[in-house]
Every structure is written in C-alpha cells, then in structure tokens.
C-alpha cells in the first residue's frame, strides 16, 4: 500500500480535527494532566483553517487507499540573529492512526515537511516530544533527530 501525503485543504478539515483529537487524548491526555484534551473538538476547526492559509505553516495530510490516516503541523520561525540570520523549522503536531503505524506514514510526513523546511531555508527541523513518549522519542531518533534539550517544569498547584 503506497502512501499519499499531500497539503491539507479545506476539505481535509474534519480529518485533521479527529486525528488532532485523537493525538491529544493518547499523548498529552497520557503525559500530562495539565492540557485539556477537549481542546481540539472545540478550537482546532479554527486553528487549522487559520494554518493551511498562512505561508509560513505547512499543514500535511497523509491517505491510505483515499482514508486519511495521519497529520503533520508544522511553521517556519523569523530568521534569528542567534543563528547567523537563519530560520528554523518545528513540527507542531504528527499523529498517524494506530492501524498504520509502522508503515511509512510518519517517516513520509517528516520527510515531506523537512523537504518543504529546507526550500525555505530553515537550518534545521525541530519537535517536542514528552520525555515518557518513548515511541515517539524512539521514531524520531530512528529519522536521525538528536535529543537536544530538556524542559525541566515545576507544577504550581492549581
């Protein structure tokens, strides 16, 4: 089965709702009690129209036998005079339906937006990822991304 990744569109928005939906509630509804993971059946309707409009965002959808199964997020950032007048590229959000991880989706969305990052001169592509996601932490490791940082976080109460 040969995987199709094109940029979104209008009519892909109901797609990219439940698979954001669907990311919250297994990664940041997991990790972090924090987020509300309703976010996305109220606001990213909105968000993700706002995205596929705007130039500096790439927002990705990737079919299997014309069914979406997976999405990638992602927005250049203003050049910066910290690294030597040039842009970076960060992944926002990729999430790939259960039923096809394992087969190329994931791999072909970073490779799509990273070809994408590096014809708008981006230096190079960052991602967030929660320290106890160790499958995503292990994908992206597999993709040739290093673990560059860590965001250590007091919890204030409520």
Sequence with gaps: MR????????????????LESQLFS???????PRVDVSWPTRHARDDFV????????LVLVARREGVVVGHLVGYLTAP?????????A???????DSASRA?????ALVGRFSAWARENDASSVS???????????????R??????????QAVLGD
């Design 80 to 88: 910066s005079a910290t690294r030597f007048g040039r842009r970076t």
């Design 103 to 107: 087969s190329g989706v994931g791999q």
């Design 127 to 141: 991602v967030a990822s929660y320290a106890a996601n160790h499958g995503a932490r292990a994908f992206y490791s």
């Design 50 to 57: 706002r995205l596929i409009d705007l130039d500096s965002a």
């Design 3 to 18: 995987n199709q990744i094109s940029v979104a569109v209008h009519t892909d928005l109901d797609d990219l709702v439940r």
């Design 143 to 152: 993709l040739g991304f290093a673990e560059q940082s860590v965001v250590f």
């Design 26 to 32: 297994e990664d940041a509804g997991v990790h972090d």
């Design 90 to 96: 960060e992944i926002r959000s990729l999430y790939v």
